[in-house]
């Protein structure tokens, strides 16, 4: 038997799963990165629900276990600047009895890509320029490799992806805004002591700040309602600034001292709070995962879970399957009501992040304040259910793929 091949595009979370399982399965696999080396910066991400039983199956818990991620208490702070109360970021979002983790996004991918590192080439450094679907197969034209044919072709990269635009058409097709911009920057000076954190909002707009124990820079994360979402160049750092000054303008704490040190960082992530929304995420043998396919905007906190569950579920549908279609249409039937209940919870007016009004601010604090007296009476899961119910809504079948005993360690 032939063996079958896969190009993935993007090496971030949902590629390298993927290119996990399905060499496991005897695939040949080759990953696709724009980026010159591995991307091992970036927030904290969690992983929870059903995505949680899939790197058990990878053999991965144990050591993404070891890298859990550790918020310092936040200072909650009132409009005015005044103290309010402390928060832990971490308890509030996850539960650790139910296995959930919270972890940097530059950690886990380390963690997913070197699974598989030795199994699966990987082209850094380049990126697809052109795709043919042939029908018995998928012409590749790489910027920097050539060409190269393919079985099939993965889109794991991101809300603006590439291989998206490349098969299905632009990005104003599939993003759907909901009207916020979101920014994240380090501090690279001595504002803020170690093992501090804060977090301070108006309606419309949110500032955290959160320098670890390490001694190593405060991370700055802004986020604000925007009339016309999409219209800011992403890639422009004057126009972004200017905007931010405006969005934040009248703030009374040091917002625009943070926001004074934006001008000067070389890694920034500027981008709009949006989903992606697609009615195939298939087209011949081309298919998409991930952001790529589903973002569900991180006010869900979801997206690298049902990027981890979706790229797993693919997998499992070709091994199964020797006719691509047939296996990418199984694929999107197993994930669709998946990814709908979590693009949902994105959707919800109780955002702890950004309240968007006066009315959620309030209850946004009301909360907060109380959650000390809700943990001690053990009810504080009830804010949580929503989200656990989504996160653990798609069940995996006893059938679908787990790493060969030869691989465990």
């Not at 009830?382 to 005993?405: F, G, I, K, N």
């Amino acid at each position: 038997m032939t063996t079958r091949s896969a190009l993935i595009s993007g090496a971030g979370i949902a590629g390298p799963v993927l290119a996990f399982w399905l060499t496991e399965a005897g695939w040949d696999v080759t990953v696709v990165e724009r980026a010159e080396r591995l991307r091992t910066s970036g927030y904290p991400i969690d992983i929870r629900g059903t995505a949680i039983e899939v790197v058990e199956r990878m053999g991965l818990s144990t050591q993404i276990a070891a890298h859990r991620y550790q918020h310092v208490p936040l200072q909650v702070l009132t409009p005015g600047g005044r103290r309010l109360c402390r928060l832990d970021l971490g308890q509030l979002a996850n539960d650790a009895e139910a296995g959930d983790v919270e972890i940097t996004r530059g950690e886990l991918t380390r963690i997913l890509f070197d699974a598989s590192a030795d199994r699966a080439e990987c082209l850094f450094g380049d990126s697809i320029t052109a795709l043919t679907d042939t029908g018995d197969g998928v012409d590749v034209t790489f910027s920097r490799h050539g060409h190269r044919r393919f079985d099939v072709v993965i889109g794991a990269d991101g809300i603006h992806s590439k291989v998206r635009a490349l098969a299905f058409g632009p990005d104003a097709r599939y993003l759907h805004h909901l009207d916020a911009y979101v920014t994240i920057w380090d501090i690279d000076n001595e504002m803020f002591s170690p093992a501090t954190g804060y977090l301070y909002s108006h309606p419309g707009r949110t500032l955290m700040v959160e320098r670890l124990p390490d001694g190593g820079a405060a991370r700055a994360y802004l986020t604000f309602v925007h009339p016309a979402p999409g219209t800011l160049n992403r890639h422009n750092t004057d126009q972004i600034v200017a905007e931010i000054r405006r969005a934040f303008a009248g703030d009374r704490w040091r917002t625009t001292e943070v926001i004074d040190t934006l001008p000067d960082t070389e890694d920034v992530y500027f981008d709009t709070v949006s989903q992606v929304r697609m009615d195939r995420w298939s087209h011949g043998r081309v298919a998409l995962i991930g952001d790529a396919a589903y973002a569900p905007a991180f006010l869900s906190g979801q997206g690298t879970s049902i990027a981890i569950t979706g790229a797993y579920v693919l997998a499992c549908e070709l091994a199964r399957h020797t006719d691509p279609e047939a296996a990418f249409g199984i694929y999107e039937q197993r994930m669709r009501e998946h990814v709908m209940r979590n693009q949902e919870l994105a959707l919800r007016n109780d955002s702890t992040v950004l309240p968007r009004n006066r009315r959620q601010l309030l209850r946004r604090n009301s909360m907060v304040v109380a959650l000390p007296w809700l943990r001690r009476l053990g009810i504080d899961r009830w804010l949580r259910a929503d989200l656990r119910s989504a996160a653990t809504e798609l069940s995996l079948s006893p059938h679908d793929l787990r790493r060969s005993p030869s691989r465990q360690t």
